[in-house]
């Protein structure tokens, strides 16, 4: 299958999971909603299968919703400003990568961030105390070519120009607007990601918080997808979700771990993905399979989920 274009470098990138995910996706909704949109890797593949009239992509972190702004409605913008930040490094990669980084902390400008994406340490936002980029440079790597990063824009401009919304906001002023008709793909920080001094993310997520919108999402019956946790090897992350919820979790192979493999093991990264009860209801309207329950082996340590 053709690959799908991917402009923004990101940590935690559903990349590669993202047709597996959609797998579970309703056909014709009206709007899919990505409200931990990061590099919107789901919203993408959804778009190449027109799997929804309008996509709604968002994420607390605004410079980034920012460059997503630029994809749909600026990419040659985008591409100009990557291009002359890409450049200005020829001389000194890492006092320019230092330059632009404290520019960025600076004037947020969504340009800068994602010159620092493609050059920081596993394309891996991280933020200090203050709410600075900290992250620090790859010095093995210049970042992605401007040629390259010209032809991923331009592809993911082609799938979302015209009926796509970007919104720099908390996710749950978003999903606020999600109806029936419509689906929402959550992937929200793992836990443990959102603590302690250096934050992956510059808006943490207590559970609570994704919990209360989780419930209002089965209130108002909007179907939705989540993906949460995962685990790797006999490593296993994040709590378990409360049986309340109804929801359904399948696992899907995320491929073998790179992080196992440096450290000399061979380990499989297995993730979760959830089907809301609503979504479970649409696809038994619509004749679709829905997988059994499924619970994770003792291996790990831990109590099996309920159905
Ligand atoms: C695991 S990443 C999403 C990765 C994405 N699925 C992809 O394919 O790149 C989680 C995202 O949620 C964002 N985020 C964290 N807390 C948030 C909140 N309360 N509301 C909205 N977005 C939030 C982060 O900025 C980050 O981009």
Known sequence: MKRLPHPIPYQGSKRQLAEAILAFAPAQRRRLFEPFSGSAAVTIAAARG??????????????????WGLIVNRPGALVAGYRDLWLSQAEDPAAA?????EGFNRDHDPVKLLYLLAR????????????????????????????????????????????TSVLACDFRSIIDQATIRDLVYLD????????????????????????????ELNVRRVPFLLSYDGSCGERR????????????????NAG???QATLNGRSETTVES??????????????????????HLPSLFGYAALSP
């Open 237 to 252: 992350y994040g709590d378990e979700l409360p049986p309340e919820l109804g929801l359904r979790r399948v696992l899907l």
């Open 273 to 294: 993905l959830y089907l809301s009860p609503s979504l479970q209801d649409v696809l038994a309207t619509d004749g679709r399979a829905i997988p059994p329950p499924t």
């Open 97 to 101: 990568y230092n330059r632009i980084r």
């Open 188 to 215: 929200p920080p793992y836990q443990g990601t959102t603590n302690g001094r250096d934050q992956r993310y510059l808006s943490g997520l207590p559970l609570g918080e994704l919990l209360a919108g989780l419930s």
């Open 50 to 67: 027109n799997l929804a009239q309008h996509f709604v992509v968002s994420d607390a972190l605004a410079p980034l919703a920012q460059v």
């Open 256 to 258: 073998r771990s790179t």
């Open 120 to 163: 920081c340490v596993k394309a891996s936002v991280r933020f200090n105390r203050y709410g600075e980029f900290n992250q620090s440079p790859d010095h093995r790597r210049l970042g992605m070519r401007p040629t390259v990063l010209h032809r991923e824009v331009a592809g993911a401009h082609a799938l979302l120009a015209g009926r």
